[in-house]
C-alpha cells in the first residue's frame, strides 16, 4: 500500500484502476521502400495481430464490463476489416513506394479528419476510434505485442498524468473515467473544472514523482475530500473507503429531494441556479441536477474537439441542440474562449511569452473578424430555437464592446437578408473577468444586457496568480478583498444600468460566500451541474433578514 497527496479539488471517492495517461504521439517517419509487396505482407500480418488482439480484449471486456462497454471492440474490429480502410492503406504503399506505418498514420489521420467534420456527433465521435485502430496497427507493425486497452469505455479508470490541456481532456472516454490525479495542474486549471463538471475527484499538485510510483492495473483510491491516491489499498482500507463511498451516496440521495424546489431564501430573496458546461453530452447532467438554465457554455470546447474551423452548420446544430434541449430556459453561450491554455493548432497561434495575457478570447475575434463572424451566424440562427444569451469573454473596454455590437448587428441585418429567422429577444452579455472590466462596469452596463463574473481569471488577473501555477496557491486567496470588491462593485452598476448579473467562475460554488453574493445582490449563480443542488440547499438556509 503507498500514499501519495496532493491537493483535492472535487469532494468524491472514487476505487478504480490506474490508467497511466499517454500522449498519443507516436512518431511515424516516411520511408521510402522498394518492395511494396513485402510492406503488404507486413500490414496484414500486422492486422491479423490487431484483430485478435480486439477479440482478446472484447471477451475480456464482456466479462468485467458488459456487452454494451465491450461493444466498442467489436466497432473496431468492423473498421480494421473495413474496404475503404484497408484499401487506402494498400493504396498508398503501391503507388508512393511508402512504408506501411506511414500509409496507415496518414490514412488514419485523413479518415478521423473525415469523422470529425461529420454534422452527425455519433459519426464524429468515430474519429477516435479510428485514430485509436490506426495507432493500435501502427504498434502491430513495430512488434509491440502488448494488447492494451485502446480508447474503449472501461468504467473505474483513474487516469494519473503529469498535466492534462483542456485538447487532451476532450479526447478521453469520459464515461470510462471516475477521477483524475495529476502531478502539476492547480485548482483552477481547466482539468480541475472538467473535474467538477463531471462530478469526479480530482487530486492535482501530486509531485512529479509520483508517476514512478504507479502503473496501469494498479488497483487505487482517490479521495477527493483530503487529497490522497492510495495505491493497492490492504483489505481494511478498501473496506472504509467502500463505507465512506456509501455515505456520499446517501448524501447525495438526500440532496435530490431539492429537485423541483425553489432557490430561496428564508426571507424569501430569489436567485437563479444555472449550470456551466462544455459539451452537448453535459445536458443530460444539468437536467438531471435541476439547474434553471445553462449559465455558462463554454464554446471553444467545440473547437478544441476539432481539427479545423468548426463551419457555421456544424456550430449551429450544436447550439440549436443545446436550446432545443433546455425547452425555453436561459441558455447562455460563451464566444470562443481559445489562447492561453487552450490551444487548437489550426489557429497557428504564435507562441507567447505570457499567453494569459496574449491574444485569447475576444483578441482573437476581433483580429479574426471571419472566425468570429460565423459563430455568431451559427448562435443568431439557433436564437430562433430557444432562450439565447450571447456572451464574451476577456472583455477590457468599452470600444471592444461597441466594436462587438456593431458586428453583431451586421450579422443580423445579413441574416435578414437571406430571410433567416433570428430571435430579437437574444440578449447580450460580458463577461467580467479582467480588474479593468469591472472598474469600468458602470460605463459597460449600459451597453448590455448583463454581466457574468469570471473569478476563475479575476482572481488570475487582479492577485497577479497564474492559475495554471501550482506553486503559489498559498497567495491566492479566492476571498481577498479586492476580488469581492471587484464583484460588488459590478453588481451595483450592473443594477444601476437595468442590467442583471450572475457569477459563472468556480466562486460561484463556493457556499461559504453564498450568502455574501446574495447580500451584494447577485441574480444568478453558475456552477457545475454536481452542485446546483448544494448551493440551493445553502440558499434556502440563509436568512438575508438577520
Ligand atoms: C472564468 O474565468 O471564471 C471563467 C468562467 O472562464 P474560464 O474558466 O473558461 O476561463
Ligand atoms: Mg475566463
Known amino acids: 500500500m503507498k500514499h501519495f497527496t496532493g491537493k483535492g479539488i472535487y469532494g468524491a471517492i472514487a476505487i478504480g484502476e490506474i490508467s497511466v495517461f499517454k500522449r498519443h504521439d507516436i512518431k511515424v517517419k516516411r520511408i521510402k521502400i522498394d518492395n511494396p ?14 484483430l485478435s488482439q480486439l477479440e482478446e480484449i472484447y471477451n475480456k471486456a464482456l466479462v468485467e464490463v458488459g456487452e454494451a462497454n465491450a461493444q466498442v471492440f467489436e466497432v473496431h474490429k468492423m ?8 484499401d487506402a492503406i494498400s493504396e498508398m504503399i503501391k503507388t508512393q513506394s511508402v512504408n506501411a506505418e506511414y500509409a496507415v498514420a496518414t490514412t488514419g489521420d485523413n479518415f478521423a479528419e473525415m469523422f470529425a467534420t461529420m454534422d452527425d456527433s455519433y459519426m464524429q465521435a468515430r474519429a477516435i476510434d479510428v485514430r485509436d485502430i490506426s495507432n493500435r496497427l501502427i504498434n502491430c507493425l513495430a512488434g509491440n505485442k502488448s494488447s492494451g486497452r485502446g480508447a474503449g469505455p472501461r468504467p473505474g479508470l483513474i487516469i494519473c498524468a503529469d498535466d492534462l490541456a483542456p485538447s487532451e481532456t476532450v479526447s478521453l472516454d469520459k464515461d470510462s473515467v471516475s477521477a483524475f490525479v495529476t502531478a502539476y495542474g492547480s485548482s483552477n486549471s481547466h482539468t480541475a473544472i472538467l473535474a467538477r463538471n463531471m462530478n469526479i475527484p480530482a487530486i492535482i499538485g501530486v509531485g512529479k514523482d509520483f508517476l514512478d510510483g504507479v502503473k496501469d492495473g494498479d488497483i487505487a483510491i482517490a479521495d477527493g475530500f483530503t487529497g490522497t491516491l492510495i495505491i493497492n489499498p490492504d483489505q481494511v482500507t478498501l473496506k472504509d473507503y467502500r463505507q465512506r463511498q456509501e ?3 446517501e448524501k447525495k440521495e438526500l440532496l435530490q429531494k431539492l429537485k423541483g424546489k425553489e432557490n430561496i431564501t428564508l426571507d424569501g430573496t430569489e436567485i437563479n441556479i444555472y449550470a456551466n458546461i462544455g459539451n452537448v453530452e453535459n445536458i443530460g447532467s444539468v437536467l438531471l441536477n435541476d439547474a434553471g438554465g445553462i449559465g455558462l457554455f463554454r464554446s471553444e470546447f467545440l473547437y478544441l474537439e476539432n481539427k479545423d474551423h468548426p463551419t457555421e452548420a456544424q456550430q449551429f446544430n450544436v447550439y440549436k441542440k443545446i436550446l432545443e434541449s433546455m425547452g425555453g430556459k436561459k441558455v447562455i453561450i460563451r464566444t470562443l474562449d481559445i489562447g492561453a491554455d487552450k490551444q487548437a493548432p489550426y489557429f497557428n497561434l504564435e507562441k507567447e511569452e505570457n499567453p494569459a495575457l496574449g491574444l ?6 476581433l483580429t479574426r473578424p471571419e472566425i468570429f463572424k460565423t459563430q455568431l451566424r451559427a448562435l443568431y440562427r439557433a436564437s430562433a430555437y430557444g432562450n439565447l444569451g450571447i456572451m464574451f469573454p476577456m472583455i477590457t473596454s468599452v470600444s471592444e464592446v461597441e466594436e462587438i455590437l456593431n458586428i453583431c448587428q451586421e450579422v443580423k441585418s445579413q441574416l435578414s437578408s437571406e430571410n433567416l429567422p433570428y430571435s430579437d429577444k437574444t440578449e447580450i452579455g460580458i463577461m467580467i473577468e479582467t480588474p479593468a472590466a469591472a472598474i469600468i462596469s458602470d460605463k459597460l452596463a449600459p451597453l448590455v444586457d448583463f454581466f457574468s463574473v469570471g473569478t476563475n481569471d479575476l482572481i488570475q488577473y487582479t492577485l497577479a496568480c497564474d492559475r495554471q501555477n501550482p506553486h503559489i496557491d498559498q497567495f ?3 476571498h481577498h478583498e479586492a476580488i469581492l470588491r471587484l464583484i460588488e462593485m459590478s453588481a451595483k452598476n450592473a443594477h444601476a444600468n437595468d442590467a442583471w448579473i450572475g457569477i459563472c467562475g468556480e466562486l460561484a460554488a463556493d457556499t461559504t460566500l453564498t450568502e455574501t453574493f446574495l447580500r451584494m445582490g447577485i441574480d444568478e449563480l453558475s456552477v457545475s451541474p454536481g452542485f446546483v443542488l448544494k448551493v440551493r440547499e445553502k440558499v434556502r438556509e440563509i436568512n438575508l433578514g438577520k
Open 37 to 50: 509487396e513485402k510492406e503488404l505482407d507486413r500490414l496484414e500480418k500486422a492486422k491479423e495481430t490487431a
Open 360 to 365: 485569447r478570447a475576444i483578441r482573437i475575434c
Open 476 to 478: 491566492c486567496d479566492t
Open 247 to 249: 455515505a456520499e451516496a
Open 79 to 86: 473498421m480494421l476489416e473495413d474496404e475503404d480502410y484497408s
